[in-house]
């Protein structure tokens, strides 16, 4: 496709068009004329509903303009990028979550292409709430910035951000630059991938050894419904469709733990749906002790990358998810500030437990936590797998 004879006037409706142009060619365009790009998406906007099949293929040909505008460095670019998720959509799409997906990836890409000066005029105007789309691009764009730790200081920025803490807006909670329990998110180790045998985990976290009297102790623990806490801590994995309801669990005990009986034989004692039955696989359950900063990296990673059959949530919205479970895992009223957060931490036991039953399947991802508070009363229990359960038994 030659971009020479296309101006915003002719042609710029059919998205066929466009849906045919190579990222080559869309890349070209942005760098020497965004505005007929911007043109395009324009008059798909006004012309195509957001429902059927043409409003479908409308929605892919705005989100791949909108993208390509946002990984153009330019503040023109950036602007336009900025407008086409803030203002412009097609009929009928805010249907949401595609919507949110785009928004959110446009973000993700402004702050990793743009130039700081080149952003600060998105935030020259301070909202007066926080329900558009426009707003909330930019409240996605300062998450992305301080997961990269950009943008404090610069004054836009900082009074847009404010403006957004006396609003309300959730993404405004969290701090502009990461805090130390962050270090690694979004960071990948080669050969560090999805832990799915018993020797890979002993070889990364240290194992606790069962005891008789942890497993007295589990016999006697008491569970504590809270649908709320629950809907929290696995928020993670079901906001980017992990392929089963997770496992979120409470439970109380009448007197505290012994020091060396928070392990596997503890946990086995509890009704817990991912440690019933004798999975087809071979192998023996285990707990290993692990730290906070590994379980809230993995939070981080289930919401950010997604599951099989979802979608990653982008980067800021999966690190409020992350907080969000954790400060569930450990009891903590959502107004707590972070930092303290973070202190408080350090006074819980937290392990890492696998087992070898119908419910995991090792497949593609799982993951199981146990956290138990500083007063030994109080255990809290997340498990998730990514499997398909129906898919994976019709292929046994």
């Known amino acids: 496709m030659s971009h020479n004879h296309l101006t915003p006037g002719d042609d710029a409706s059919d998205h066929s068009l466009w849906e045919r142009c190579e990222p080559a060619e869309l890349k070209q365009l942005a760098e020497q004329r965004p505005e007929v790009l911007y043109g395009a998406v324009e008059q798909l906007c006004r012309r195509v509903s957001g429902g059927g099949p043409d409003g479908a293929a409308a929605a892919r040909t705005v989100g791949r303009i909108a993208v390509t505008l946002a990984e153009t460095r330019s503040r023109e670019c950036a602007a336009l990028a900025a407008d086409i998720v803030g203002r412009l959509r097609p009929v009928g799409y805010q249907l949401l979550p595609v919507g949110d997906r785009l928004l959110r990836s446009v973000a993700a890409r402004l702050a990793k292409a743009q130039q700081l000066r080149d952003l600060e005029p998105l935030f020259g105007e301070l909202p007066d709430g926080i329900e558009s789309p426009a707003v909330e691009l930019r409240a996605c764009l300062l998450g992305e910035l301080a997961l990269i730790g950009s943008g404090l200081g610069r004054r836009p920025l900082d009074a847009y951000a404010e403006r957004l803490r006396e609003l309300g807006h959730p993404l405004a909670q969290l701090p502009r630059e990461r805090v130390d329990l962050e270090h690694r998110f979004t960071v990948r180790v080669r050969g560090l991938g999805p832990i799915k045998t018993s020797q890979q985990l002993r070889s990364r976290f240290p194992e ?189």
């Open 208 to 396: 606790i050894p069962p005891t008789d009297s942890g497993t007295d102790a589990g016999r006697g623990a008491g569970e504590t419904g809270d649908d709320t806490r629950a809907t929290a801590a696995g928020r993670p994995f079901t906001a980017s469709g992990w392929a089963r309801e997770p496992e979120a669990r409470f439970f109380t005990l009448p007197s505290p733990l012994g020091p060396d009986d928070f392990g596997i034989s503890f946990l086995k004692e509890l009704p817990l749906d991912c440690l019933t039955g004798e999975g087809g696989r071979r192998g023996s359950a285990l707990a290993c002790a692990t730290t906070p900063d590994d379980v809230l990296n993995e939070l981080f990673s289930a919401a950010y990358n997604g599951g099989v059959s979802g979608q990653g949530q982008g980067g800021a919205y999966a690190r409020l998810y992350a907080w969000g479970s954790l400060y569930a895992l450990m009891g903590l009223p959502a107004g707590l500030p972070l930092l303290e957060a973070v202190r408080r931490s350090a006074d819980y036991r937290w392990l890492r437990f696998m087992a070898f039953t119908d419910w995991f399947h090792r497949d593609t991802a799982d993951v199981a936590f146990a956290v138990l508070d500083p007063g030994r009363t109080r255990v809290a229990v997340l498990a998730a797998t990514d499997t398909d359960i129906d898919a994976d038994m019709a292929r046994s």
